[in-house]
């Protein structure tokens, strides 16, 4: 199978949307880490107080 050339706006609008995908991952993966961090905190301020160091 023969392959035509791709347009050059085909090639950044491809660039972009990568590069946004990209992006929504890494946010949606630093949102996650928040979380749980926040979610951490939580369980450690209903521990009892000998845990503390």
């Given at each position: ?17 990568l ?15 928040a ?19």
């Amino acid at each position: 199978m023969l392959r035509r050339r791709l347009r050059r706006t085909e090639s950044y609008r491809r660039a972009v949307t990568l590069g946004l995908l990209a992006a929504a991952a890494t946010w949606g993966l630093v949102e996650l880490v928040a979380l749980q961090r926040s979610r951490y905190q939580l369980w450690r301020a209903r521990q009892p107080a000998v845990l503390k160091r």
